[in-house]
């Protein structure tokens, strides 16, 4: 079945830690999002990527970094100078090309991230 | 800037209709998406509107009028399964072409 993979589920972090979050998708899709949500809020975006080996800072983007060196592979590293990292982090894949079901974003099932 | 507001709470019974209002400010804009997230899952999408109109898909329909920036999500015939948050998403050229997700709207199906 074709979809979008985060890994792990629940991640701790220790204080100065670097933690990486993973993403993986099979849909072939060319652009790929990292979100940020806290509880009872919408979603922000961390960083996105339109094309492999490229991508650019979201709203968010302090803090984090990413890597697209494959077309199925986003992994996020929440760095140590993100100060207030604990939240739901969540990954999403998009079509290419117009047209309205191009439009659809399909998110992986999360990673909640949380500080010891 | 960019700002969309939507109500952060709507409580119904089974079997009534709930309207979820989402207003935008923005410039360039292209369309409005929704997405239903349950709790502690991933949003799954429901509609996108870039023509002012209402879009039906089977007990959810979506509405948009461009000239009041203003759309609706029409959720019909509730059903327990249908307690979720509800989130509009604005797509536009003041933020790079990338969705602006609103704050989300809780919305609590009772028996």
């Known amino acids: 079945d074709g979809g979008i993979t985060q890994s792990p589920k629940y991640l701790f972090r220790k204080e100065g830690q670097n933690v990486t979050l993973s993403c993986e998708q099979n849909?072939?899709?060319?652009?790929m999002y990292w979100y940020r949500q806290d509880p009872g809020q919408g979603l922000r975006l961390i960083y996105y990527s339109q094309i492999v080996n490229d991508f650019q800072k979201g709203d968010i983007a302090e803090g984090y970094s990413v890597s697209r060196e494959k077309k199925e592979s986003f992994p996020l590293t929440v760095t140590s100078a993100q100060k207030n990292p604990t939240a739901f982090y969540l990954c999403a894949s998009q079509a290419g090309g117009g047209g309205v079901s191009n439009e659809k974003l399909f998110f992986g099932s999360g990673t909640q991230l949380s500080v010891l | 800037g960019q700002s969309l507001e939507q109500p952060s709470e709507v409580t119904a019974v089974e079997g009534a209709i709930v309207q979820i209002n989402c207003t935008y400010q923005t410039s360039g804009f292209y369309g409005l998406s929704w997405y239903q997230q349950h709790d502690g899952g991933a949003p799954t999408f429901l509609s996108y509107?870039?023509?002012?109109g209402l879009e039906e898909t089977g007990r959810f329909s979506s509405f948009l009028s461009r000239s009041d920036s203003y759309g609706y999500l029409l959720l019909q015939e509730l059903q327990m399964k249908d307690s979720a948050s509800y989130f509009c998403a604005v797509k536009a050229e003041a933020a790079g072409n990338k969705l602006t997700f609103g704050g989300g709207t809780r919305v609590l199906v009772k028996p």
């Open positions: 509107n870039a023509l002012d």
């Open positions: 849909l072939n899709h060319d652009a």
